[in-house]
């Protein structure tokens, strides 16, 4: 395989297939939307690369303070949130800029995300761990410049959404939407909820948006970014 030094590929995985974000020479290039049919033919797959990222939007999460985590009671936490079959493998990663651990199941009736992460390897020839989509949203909310930082991912029917002023988050969830009209409702009642003003804010996305979902939200908010 081919090796290209100091660059990054992000790739996000749902049900319905992934998209990757290749950053490479201070350049960025994003893929758009594919089906899983194409795994083994898409070139950037057959690379190796300084750093790798996997997200599967799975909505099955929840975030514990770290004080109050018990890795033994992680599943009974999670099933507080969320429904899990005995089948269901529970994990959890740290979360320290938050001071929390997210405790998460990848469990979708899914292979295409194992796929990926034992096709696309580091410049080591090591497979990295498949993360909830949450994950790189909380990692990638200090990215947003504004005090008022909300973050958003899309894709599938799941609305994943995390808000914080400043260093404090404020909410990290998900929400069955439909459509994205539905997605925008949940988004307005956070921000009622939260009392915060769309006006004022800026909303940052890690999914593309069309044309038309970008500007229904430009009515209510100050500025729509896609990181």
């Given amino acids: 395989m081919d090796q290209i030094k100091k ?11 992934y998209s990757f974000k290749l950053e490479q020479d201070g350049s960025c290039r994003l893929s758009g939307w594919m089906g899983g049919d194409r795994l083994f033919t898409t070139p950037e797959f057959q690379k190796r690369y300084d750093e790798v990222c ?10 514990v303070p770290v004080q109050f985590f018990d890795p ?9 949130v969320t429904r899990l079959r005995d089948t269901d493998v529970v994990e959890c990663v740290d979360v320290p800029q938050f001071g929390a651990v997210l405790v998460y199941s990848n469990s979708m009736d899914e ?8 096709t696309v390897l580091t410049v080591s020839g090591e497979s990295v761990p498949v993360l909830p989509e949450i994950f790189f949203i909380l990692r990638d909310l200090q990215s947003c410049q ?26 990290a969830n998900s929400y069955k939407a439909v459509d994205f009209t539905t997605a925008e409702y949940f988004i307005f009642l956070a921000m009622r909820t939260l009392q915060l003003n769309p006006e004022v ?6 999914t593309p948006l069309t044309a038309e979902e970008e500007m229904s939200l ?3 908010f100050k500025a729509v970014e896609t990181l």
């Fill in 201 to 206: 804010s800026t909303i940052s996305w890690r």
């Fill in 146 to 171: 504004d005090y008022n930082k909300i973050l958003a991912s899309y894709k599938d029917g799941w609305l994943h959404l995390a808000v914080a002023q400043g260093k404090s988050l404020l909410l």
């Fill in 54 to 63: 996997i997200s599967l939007f799975t909505p099955k999460f929840t975030l």
């Fill in 7 to 17: 660059n990054r590929i992000s790739i996000q995985v749902s049900l319905s297939g």
């Fill in 72 to 80: 033994g009671n992680k599943r009974s936490v999670l099933e507080e």
């Fill in 111 to 118: 292979s295409l995300s194992k796929a990926v992460s034992r």
């Fill in 218 to 220: 430009y009515r209510y």
